[in-house]
């Protein structure tokens, strides 16, 4: 059985969040139309990518006055994925002035009882503000994580960390 693909030409919710501890979160992409909430499980490089990307269309687009920033950009209960993120495109619809997200199930993720079934796909059409914000909460989420090493810039765990600047003889605590 094939996995659902979904529109979202005017989302009124577009964010990114994480579940558990630092270098063990799980990322997620959340969307919301017509009060129904969709989760997609991904990589914390997906939601890094997609944060650079839209920074950059945003920078290239011509001058538009952005509306106030969503504020509340949390995860909605309940997270529950529809499948995972495989990989991600970006366009920008000129006559809407909306930048278009378009996120590609991860190859695999669709059931094997079906070998010809496409590949489910989202597509959310984001206002600047939307964009706007989801850049700045990508920055956040990227900057909770694990803080690195002041020697060798791994990042840390809660128990240490083995530093190979030392020759791993010395566990290192910043």
């Known amino acids: 059985m094939k996995n659902p693909s979904f529109q979202f030409p005017e989302p009124d919710h577009f964010t990114a969040g994480t579940v558990g501890d630092p270098g063990e979160r799980t990322f997620f ?10 989760t997609f499980k991904c990589e914390k490089e997906h ?40 990989s991600m495109g970006l366009a920008f619809d000129e006559e809407r002035d909306r930048i278009v997200i378009i996120l590609e199930e991860l ?10 079934a496409e590949t489910a796909q989202a597509r959310l059409s984001l206002t600047r503000a939307q964009a706007a914000a989801f850049i700045n909460r990508s920055h956040q989420l990227l900057e909770a994580g ?19 600047a030392t020759n791993g003889h010395t566990p290192r605590h910043n």
């Open 29 to 38: 992409l959340q969307g919301r139309s017509d009060g129904a909430v969709t």
């Open 107 to 116: 190859e695999g993720e669709a059931s094997d009882e079906d070998d010809d």
């Open 146 to 164: 694990r803080p690195p090493c002041i020697l060798c810039q791994r990042p840390l765990d809660s128990r240490g960390h083995t530093c190979p």
């Open 47 to 86: 939601v890094r990518a997609l944060g650079e990307s839209l920074e950059r269309v945003l920078g290239q687009l011509p001058f538009a006055p952005i509306d106030p920033l969503p504020e509340d950009l949390e995860l909605l209960v309940p997270i529950e994925p529809e499948w995972v993120v495989g």
